[in-house]
């Protein structure tokens, strides 16, 4: 079984932007190819994860990428699952590679977020709930996962201060990460003193709405040698993939425990032949500042109701905790959250840190093993988790 | 390598209805799973074909349709291509078992067209165009397509007639389909008197808005056992799939060349170790009539300039067509064409015609080879080419 190698990323600039979604993508797509091959040359077919056609009144996202990086000819696909889009590319070109049908496959996500503003996203992310049983209801992302909130610090030892920490911590790593939405740092107080968006979530615990591309060459180790610079980095592997689920609507969930994500990271460790305690870094979906608590325990990293502890330093931490770094890029709350790239945006992040390229104020020294998960709709409807490793 | 086979088939009512997406789906699964085990005994993953967010407001599809199914913890996962989608779910499902990783996928598509009327489908559809530089020109599927009739008249010995006759051959084929949305006979003349959409097509030579839903479930042998009735029908395998591309606008294109769908057909030949003499009959996207002419001549069933004469028995047709039998099912023109579930209610007719449960007015004597063609787009831009064989 061939070994799918991650041979190189580019991501485009994050944040309010007034570059299309294709040009986001182009930025994202010369970055990877900066120095290497052409994509002609390498790319034999192409994933893209892609939320909304409400954003830019365009499907066949997959097609139109193609073309606008040159691949007229290659078989190009978009998949959808909302946020988790990103990390479904991801997981189909892994797939592609392993299974030995093709040599390297580029996993792209692109979003065009800001062009309607808060209300605009807010509306197209909510076609991602039930539309019969939650839309009708007026339910929001933020809404859902306060309902989340809400349960964990009724369940738990963590306050809305504990949560705050986590955005504070998050926004420390994204003032470290040139590829950051928001780089630059804030504090606990101004956390919590921002309005409530949905008690008790208020607005400094909410990941951005964010324009940004991300794209990720997956290939066998004979195409990733073309992409060695000469120098003595490891190279970086897709060890494990996993996949869970659970059903859209929050109704009947357990609130506090999020199962898909624990499947799926199950498997990818499984797959991978490595625990949660080998896990140096994790990139974890915070598209809210619950969600990075929740998912440290379901991922097995941090002892049932201690999650909301992952801005503490690896000593600090109750006893059961693994000593990963959470979210070193700055997260989704602070490097940015383009839907359909931010499963590929934790994978670049993992990139830099497993070769040591990340800056040195947010890399972990001698990182071999990195975790990432990446997910759509509320919590685990969708859920993908990648391992990598040196 | 497990051989995928297509062990059981189901479709809602085609046509304008009153169901919802949720709901067509469910007639679907109901009929493919009657009498045999349940989903949740032996699905192990789903894909779903689904356009547009626009006709209902949802994204998200396949895990909707997991819960809906009571698959609540299957992984799941919708794929986009237009109209090309329902076959890239079937691929999907297809190289999931042949790799082993799964023992059964569920393919299903589904779309909910009708709600907004053929404005809204109009609308929704030039999605699939590119935003920049086709859909500000105010292009419209049945303008674009026209293009093409334009030049194949131009190029060719066929005439407005010809392509009528492959609308009245559909309508016929479709009269004998219980599954059809029109089943109806229509004439020559009827089909030309009827008013032009974008000239030389006029509303005869388009298909239908549809709502629909088809499903199909692969597995291996051992999962397709199960759904073995104990009738001595030949059990059906995928053999070969194949995948092709283009750009997205046609301004760069070989108007009567459909490039895509000739390298896909030839790939899935090639994997199934057949060649197009060997097509019993085949289900290629007839969008348009001239679809049908320029898809027989792309899959070498037809020699160059002479597929405008499909509608002929194979004795009447020029010298280098192959007896293939083609759009048994009606076709997209008369079986109906629910966007995301096209390409697998082809696979459904290929399953009646080589397991001999078509209905004996269009059953093909001693069908063991079916040759499906999906496209999402104008023609090519994305095509998935199945080969089905007993």
Not at 67 to 87: F, I
Not at 166 to 176: L, R, S
Not at 229 to 236: A, E, I, S, T
Request: proline fraction near 5%; glycine fraction near 10%; aromatic fraction near 6%.
């Amino acid at each position: 079984m061939p070994d799918p190698h991650v041979a190189a990323v580019g991501t485009s600039p994050f944040g309010r932007t007034e570059l299309t979604g294709r040009d986001l993508f182009s930025a994202a797509v010369a970055e990877a190819f900066e120095g290497g091959p052409d994509p002609a040359e390498v790319v034999d077919a192409m994933y893209v994860g892609n939320q909304s056609e409400s954003y830019e009144h365009q499907i066949m996202y997959g097609t139109l990428l193609a073309e606008w990086c040159g691949l007229r000819h290659v078989p190009s696909e978009r998949v959808e699952g909302c946020a988790a889009a990103g990390a479904l590319a991801l997981r189909h070109a892994v797939e592609d590679v392993r299974s030995g049908r093709r040599d390297a496959v580029l996993a792209c996500g692109v979003e065009k977020m800001t062009a309607g503003g808060t209300a605009g996203a807010t509306n197209a992310l909510s076609a991602a709930f039930d539309r019969a049983l939650e839309q009708r209801s007026g339910v929001t992302a933020p809404s859902q996962y306060a309902l989340l909130a809400q349960r964990y610090l009724h369940d738990t030892d963590a306050t809305e201060r504990d949560l705050a920490r986590i955005a504070v911590k998050n926004h420390a790593n994204a003032a470290a990460n040139p590829r950051a939405q928001f780089q630059r740092e804030t504090d606990v107080e101004t956390v919590l003193d921002s309005d409530y968006v949905s008690p008790p979530l208020k607005l400094f615990d909410c990941a951005p709405v964010t324009d940004g591309a991300a794209v990720v060459l997956v290939a066998n180790a004979d195409v990733a040698a073309r992409f060695d610079d000469g120098d003595d980095r490891p190279p970086v592997r897709v060890a494990g993939v996993g996949a869970g689920a659970n059903n859209i609507g929050v109704a009947d969930r357990n609130l506090t425990f999020v199962e898909g994500a624990h499947e799926a990271a199950t498997e990818a460790y499984d797959e991978a032949g490595v625990e949660a305690a080998d896990v140096d870094i994790a990139e974890v979906h915070d598209a809210f500042t619950i969600s990075e608590a929740l998912l440290a325990e379901a991922a097995g990293l941090a002892p049932r109701g201690r999650g909301y502890e992952s801005a503490l330093p690896p000593a600090e931490r109750s006893d059961g905790w693994t000593d990963t770094h959470l979210s070193t890029s700055g997260g989704l709350k602070a490097r940015g959250h383009p839907i359909g790239a931010t499963g590929l945006a934790q994978a670049v992040e993992a990139y830099e840190q497993l070769t040591g390229t990340a800056t040195p104020e947010r890399q972990v020294a001698d990182a071999t093993t990195a975790l990432l998960i990446n997910e759509g709709g509320v919590a685990d409807a969708v859920t993908v988790a990648h391992v990598l490793t040196t």
